[in-house]
């Protein structure tokens, strides 16, 4: 059988959820802790094998919804069948649906799981990590049962039977028992024996039974303070057994902290500072090292350039403008200034209306980055939307406080209208007066019926008995006339004597009925009158209050809640506080950097940076405007001095035309222009580039600031000791973080600290501690024994001393004695009865199980010695009432309490994977492991996967655990994440 899909309809935490199981190879279901994986285990017990109401009770959704699923099995016989389950369809049972349509019910389910119950399948197709624990107590017997449970039909009831003949004998007979039925007796029977010898004794023996009292009594005082010392040991031996793993790993980090313990000087938080600090330093020394490679550039270019005359070219520049414009730049030159002085005026009103204290000189140097516009906006919304959410917390505490006292107010109404509990008892009593007074009114008016029903019968017989009379009135009257008619007084006379015989019969028959009660209908008819009233009322005041009573707990509950939406609302005030405090801080900073947002309303601030913005840019332009007019002027008043001087100065021949000496001029300035136009380039760009070296230098200062301050607080010189000594810092605080931890784990089961103290510089050997608690529990039970023995001789004692004090007679213990013997004997004959049966059963559970054991040990060794890579090589139990023994290559043997903990579990996993292989073949089902490797090391994980892997190749594994490193070992298509 193969689990192949999983729908959870409702079971803990699941709702409505579907999973998906490999059909071919190992199933591994992943997930964290409390992500579901134990829940879906038990969901697929619940599916297969169902749960007991009160335990299906833990795991309804805590949202509310159906309760229950389905499983999609796949088997040999039948291929894919659905099976269903609801604690409320079917009263609980499963309903499993065919492929071809066909609904059927429970007892087919049972079928396909051929005789396996749940007990079954969790002794050996699952398991965890509880079970685990329990290695050491599993007998060859325990194994034995699971084989002989699992492998024949009706063992439960084989098992049953074998249950009740083992109570029946240990009711009759134990070897060490008190109880016991054959135990009494033969404790009763030697008393009698005891008495009968003693009485023959007589008074002779009584002071040396006296002695042997007292003796008795100071022996047994001596064993129980000798008990107490061995349960204390005991108890501190337990106590030490709990404290070897903390205290060693205790130790170890003790002896690890050790290596650290130079003085480390380091930053707090300094590794996560100095990578903050990095992240940012590397983007600008970037940076830097292009911007160095472009003026490098820059400048072998710039050297490549022929030297010039570039007061030459000024000149010509200055020339050739004035030769095409010198008529109009009078004009031009007035025409600016009157533009610049009405510009320079609109620019310094429009700033001083602003109201913002900022000056012409403020507004050019002013420079703001690209994003602030939209940074301040930003601010602006948080404003209105903190100032919008704190108006609602005031508004919803003012609601929650008028509902609480709404509340209060009408709590304190209803809890006046209560009845005292004096008057409640009061009411309760009448209540139950007037409901014994219904139930005599009840027996009242059955009566009435009766008697209604014997007055109907009167009439009845009344008038029965009228006709007779009637009849025989008619009868006569023709008697008589006849016996005139026809002269016969005989005749008559007969008549007449019958007349009279009727007639006495008729009035013998109405005397004889029994008479009528009719007071009884007038008394219940005032009964009822005067009760029904009052029972009524009574049972309104009850129920009023009852009514009252149960609308205080629902005022009560909703003064709660309105409690807890209090504290919420508080919360949420604290969180909307810290971000005011954020907005705040954001804020100031924006008007130390800029001091006339000060003087403007934050909702302003976007609108004044476009003010601001377009004042610069009119400002920039008029500065401009300035320029040109300084240039026209010179141009005018140099343009013919020009041409002559720059002439002579380039040796142009003084005789050729003014015309000639432009031409020429101009031919020279071109050249020199783009030489010039050149280098102005180069040197503007070099320019830039100095001022970018100088903006990204300075934005490095403090970065590097920063990381030579860590650097120094460390006590280092470079990055590498930096990260070293902040790795050695981690590890520590980690160590002290463990240490803490398993002191206080010391600390949980001494809750002394000065024992904890002493015991962290002791060592502890587990071995030598089992070894000794083992001896001290057998002293133990020895003393209880002991004890035991003495309290029977000491009361076996008294009884003699009583028997002697009270003088009986030997003939009174002789008759008790035989005949305590002969129910001694019946009581023996049964036992053996039962003991034979019981014997012959065992016989044959032996005998099976003898069959199957071998091959369990088998397969058990074969994988305990995959799991352990061949350091164990037989598994095998010496006796049924020992437990599991391993042997290593090398013949030394080991039981399963000297194993470690990990070697346990390998040895368990071992164990119960063998049971699986070992009925597979009979019970093919699916093996289910829930975190059961939790002492695994990674490669003993990495074996017992792969084993895993080739078992799941004839039978299905699914494996559910917490353990993410799996997932690199195993295939991703094989893991199921939860």
């Known amino acids: 059988m193969k689990l192949i899909e999983v729908h959870i309809y409702g079971f803990g935490k699941w709702v409505n959820e579907t999973i998906q199981f490999s059909e071919e190879g190992l199933s591994y279901v992943y997930g964290k802790n409390e992500a579901g994986k134990s829940t879906l285990h038990q969901f697929i017990l619940y599916i297969l094998f169902s749960l007991p109401p009160r335990k299906l009770q833990a795991f309804k959704p805590q949202r509310g919804g159906v309760v229950g699923g389905s499983l999609v099995i796949e088997t040999p016989a039948w291929g894919r069948i659905k099976i269903e389950r609801q604690p409320d369809k079917y009263d609980g049972e499963a309903r499993c649906y065919t492929n071809n349509g066909e609904e059927k019910e429970e007892s087919f389910l049972k079928e396909l799981l051929n005789g396996v119950d749940r007990f079954t399948y969790e002794a050996i197709f699952s398991f965890g990590l509880h079970d685990i624990q329990h290695v050491q107590q599993l007998h060859s017997d325990d194994i034995g049962d699971i084989l002989f449970g699992i492998g024949m039909t009706g063992s439960r009831e084989i098992y049953d039977v074998e249950k009740k003949l083992e109570k029946e004998l240990d009711q009759r007979f134990k ?57 204390t040991s005991i108890d501190e031996l337990e106590r030490k057994q709990q404290a070897v793993q903390p205290l060693l790993a205790y130790q170890q980090l003790q002896e690890e902290e050790k290596e650290y313990e130079e ?48 007061r030459i070219l000024e000149s010509l520049k200055d020339l050739e403008q004035k030769k095409q414009r010198n008529d109009v730049k009078k004009e031009q030159r007035d025409h600016l200034n009157q533009e610049i002085e009405q510009r320079t005026k609109k620019v310094k009103d429009e700033i001083e209306s602003l109201g913002i204290e900022l000056t012409i000189d403020d507004v050019e140097n002013i420079e703001f980055p690209f994003y602030i516009e939209e940074h301040w906006q930003m601010l602006s919304k948080q404003q209105r939307d903190i100032e919008l959410e704190d108006e609602q917390y005031q508004q919803q505490k003012r609601v929650n406080k008028e509902r609480e006292q709404q509340l209060l107010s009408e709590k304190e109404t209803l809890e006046q209208s209560l009845l005292s509990e004096q008057v409640y008892d009061h009411y309760q009593a009448e209540v139950d007066r007037q409901y014994e007074q219904d139930v005599q009114q009840k027996i009242d008016n059955q009566h009435k019926q009766q008697q209604d029903s014997l007055e109907a019968y009167h009439r009845r017989i009344i008038a029965l008995t009228n006709q007779v009379l009637i009849g025989v009135a008619v009868l006569f009257a023709i008697g008589i006339s006849m016996s005139f008619l026809f002269n016969n007084w005989w005749f008559g006379i007969g008549t007449f004597g019958l007349f009279g015989i009727v007639v006495m019969g008729v009035s013998m028959i109405r005397n004889s009925l029994p008479n009528v009660d009719t007071s009884i209908g007038e008394k219940i008819v005032d009964e009822n009158e005067s009760s029904t009233t009052s029972l009524t009322w009574y049972k309104e005041q009850l129920a009023t209050h009852d009514r009252i009573k149960t609308e205080l707990e629902q005022f009560s509950y909703q003064v709660q809640q309105l409690h807890g939406e209090m504290m919420k609302l508080d919360e ?80 142009i021949d003084t005789n050729v035309s003014i015309e000639e000496k432009e031409n020429q001029l101009f031919q020279l300035k071109a050249f020199i222009q783009k030489q010039l136009e050149l280098k102005d380039t180069y040197t503007e760009w070099l320019f830039t580039i100095e001022q970018q070296k100088q903006d990204v230098r300075e934005k490095m200062k403090p970065f590097e600031e920063e990381i030579r301050k860590l650097f120094r607080f460390a006590n280092v010189e470079d990055e ?140 058990c060794k074969q994988f305990f010695s995959i799991l352990t890579n061949n350091t164990y090589v037989h598994v095998f139990v010496p006796s049924s009432e020992e437990g599991l023994v391993v042997e290593t290559q090398s013949g030394d043997r080991y039981t399963a309490e000297q194993l470690s903990q990990g070697t346990k579990e390998q040895l368990y996993v071992a164990l119960r994977l063998s049971l699986s292989r070992v009925m597979s073949d009979q019970h093919g089902m699916p093996f289910i492991i829930d975190d059961a490797y939790v002492n695994f090391d990674e490669e003993r994980t990495k074996e017992f996967l792969t084993l895993l892997t080739n078992i799941s190749r004839t039978q299905q594994v699914i494996v559910l655990s917490c353990r993410q490193y799996i997932q690199d070992i195993l295939n991703k298509q094989q893991i199921i994440f939860l």
Do not use: C
């Not at 006296?210 to 349960?231: H, S």
């Not at 900073?589 to 003010?611: C, G, I, N, T």
């Open 263 to 310: 003085d480390l000087s380091f930053p707090e938080n300094g590794m996560e500072r100095y990578y903050h600090l990095k992240d940012q330093y590397l983007p600008l020394k970037s940076e830097l090292e292009v911007i160095e490679q472009n003026e490098k550039t820059y400048r072998d270019k710039q050297r490549d350039l022929y030297e010039v005359d570039e």
């Open 175 to 231: 070897k060490q028992g008190k109880n016991p039925q054959l135990n009494q007796q033969l404790v009763s029977v030697r008393e009698k024996e005891q008495l009968f010898q003693a009485s023959k004794q007589g008074e002779e023996q009584y002071a040396s039974l006296k002695k042997q009292e007292n003796n008795l009594q100071n022996e047994l005082e001596a064993l129980q303070n000798k008990y107490k010392d061995v349960e």
């Open 572 to 651: 949420r005030f604290a969180s909307l506080d810290r971000q005011r405090q954020r907005f705040y801080q954001q804020v100031e900073e924006q008007m130390e950097m800029y001091s006339f947002l000060r003087h403007v309303d934050l909702d302003f601030w976007p609108k004044a940076y476009q003010k601001v913005m377009s004042h610069k840019e009119s400002l920039e332009h008029i500065r401009e405007q300035e320029q040109d007019v300084q240039q026209l002027k010179n141009d005018i008043s140099s343009y013919e001095e020009q041409v002559e001087t720059l002439a002579s100065q380039v040796d």
């Open 720 to 859: 590498e000791a930096y990260i070293q000594t902040g790795n050695k810092i981690n590890r520590l605080y980690d160590i002290k973080h463990n240490k803490k931890q398993y002191y206080e784990q010391l600390y949980s089961i001494y809750l002394n600290n000065d024992k904890v103290k002493s015991l962290l510089s002791s060592s502890l050997d587990s071995s030598f501690i089992q070894q000794e608690r083992q001896e001290k529990t057998k002293r133990k039970q020895e003393l209880s024994n002991q004890i035991d023995s003495v309290r029977q001789q000491l009361s076996d004692t008294l009884s003699h001393l009583r028997t002697l004090e009270g003088d009986e007679s030997i003939s009174k213990y002789r008759h008790e004695l035989e005949f305590e013997k002969s129910l001694l004997k019946e009581q023996a004959m049964e036992w053996a009865v039962y003991k034979v049966a019981y014997s012959m059963l065992r016989k044959t559970k032996s005998t099976f199980q003898q069959e199957r054991m071998p091959m369990v040990l088998e397969y």
